[in-house]
């Protein structure tokens, strides 16, 4: 008489959650994880598998076990410069929680500069605040930009004539065969909102960065600070958004040629375009990313029309968009 053995087919989610066991990687893992709470924008639809990496250890494991599961992980920092569609992302999104630093001064007497080694996943403006209050300058100008260290330096994200490039002393990678390498400002290729980083679709990840800081009166930079906060209350809406939609066109304002074509205020389902910056895109009632992407598509093509203006999308769609 022949046994048959029945055969278990599994999934590519129990596949890779059998090897992450066997290669030992503990961090916290959800299946079919909403991503909307974990996205400034509060949309998206859910993921295959939700990775929360707290240790750069953790991080660089899961990134290379998806590698070698033939899955092209998907790095999220706060979710803040990110549309995640309806459908959802398939595969691995690792969520990247690995936010430790040290500030390092330099010479005796307190020194007057230092140097701000930061892991990945910490919060730009938290390192902004803190570093301030310890009298030292050279992220103030990060303090309302809700980016994670790893996506600031990709984007090169920038506010009140700073930018992360020129902060930086060097940046820590983990590249596409595994390696890790350390890289000057000047490799990665700096532009407006813009690094040679940008768009690799996370063949090459930030692990962490180092800054450099100098001293300067913390009252000097508290009011400084306060200054910039000020001027965002002013002019940035308070509801749910994933900050500008497009970059600004060579020479001119991407905000001022939205309001020209008098879109200000259009809505469909719950997004709308900001009433108070035409630049961005609010979510004011439980607004699907469908929503979104129409009135981003709207923009762009009244933009195109009316003053033959093709602007470019700063922010990122991500996930399953085919279907729309
Ligand atoms: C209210 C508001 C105000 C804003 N103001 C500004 C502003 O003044 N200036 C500005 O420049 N931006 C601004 N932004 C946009 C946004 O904060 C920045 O683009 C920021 O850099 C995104 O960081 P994040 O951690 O949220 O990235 P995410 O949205 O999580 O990720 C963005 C991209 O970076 C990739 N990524 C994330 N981490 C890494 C890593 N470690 N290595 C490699 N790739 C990685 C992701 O895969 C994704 O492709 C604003 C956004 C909001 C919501």
Redesign the pocket.
């Known amino acids: 008489m022949i046994i048959t053995r029945p055969v278990t087919v599994l999934s590519p989610s129990d596949k890779i959650l059998r090897a992450a066991r066997d290669r030992g990687l503990s961090a916290p893992v959800h299946r079919n994880e909403p991503m909307a709470p974990h ?3 509060r949309v998206g639809g859910p993921v295959d598998l939700f990775v929360q990496a707290l240790t750069l250890e953790h991080l660089m494991g899961w990134v290379t076990l998806a590698r070698d599961s033939d899955m092209t992980p ?9 549309l995640v569609s309806d459908e959802g992302v398939r595969g691995v999104v690792i969520e ?1 929680d690995c936010g430790a630093y040290e500030l390092r001064v330099h010479g005796n007497n307190g020194g007057q500069s230092a140097t701000l080694y930061a892991e ?2 910490a919060s ?1 403006p938290g390192l902004a605040y803190r570093t301030a209050r310890q009298g030292w300058a050279g992220l103030e100008w990060a303090v ?16 009140h004539d700073g ?2 490039g020129s902060a930086l002393r060097q940046v820590t990678i983990l590249g596409e065969r595994s390696t890790v390498y350390r890289v000057s400002p000047e490799d990665l290729d700096f532009g407006y ?1 813009r690094s040679r ?3 690799n ?2 063949c ?4 962490s960065a180092e800054f450099d800081l100098c001293r300067e009166d913390p009252r000097q930079l508290a009011s400084q600070m306060a200054r910039y906060t000020e001027h ?1 209350r002013r002019t ?1 809406p308070s509801e749910p ?4 939609i497009f970059m600004n066109p060579p020479g001119d304002n991407a905000g001022r040629l939205i309001e020209a074509c008098g879109l200000k205020g259009t809505q469909i389902g719950g997004a709308m375009i900001s009433p108070m910056h035409a630049n961005w895109i609010i979510n004011t009632n439980g607004a699907l990313a469908s929503d979104i992407m129409g009135l981003v598509d709207l923009m762009r093509e009244e933009v195109h029309r009316e003053f033959s203006i093709k602007l470019e999308l ?3 769609p ?1 996930g399953e968009w085919q279907r729309r």
């Not at 809700?146 to 996506?151: C, E, H, K, N």
């Not at 090459?204 to 692990?207: A, D, F, N, T």
């Not at 958004?241 to 500008?244: K, L, P, Q, Y």
Request: proline content about 2%; overall charge positive; glycine content about 14%.
């Open positions: 996205t400034s924008l998907l790095l999220l920092g706060r979710g803040s410069n990110v990247n990945s996943g730009l309302g930009i809700p980016a994670s260290v790893g996506a600031a330096v990709v984007n090169n994200a920038g506010a930018d992360t909102r980083l940008k768009g679709r996370c090459e990840i930030v692990l965002r940035q958004s994933v900050g500008s700063e922010i990122e991500i």
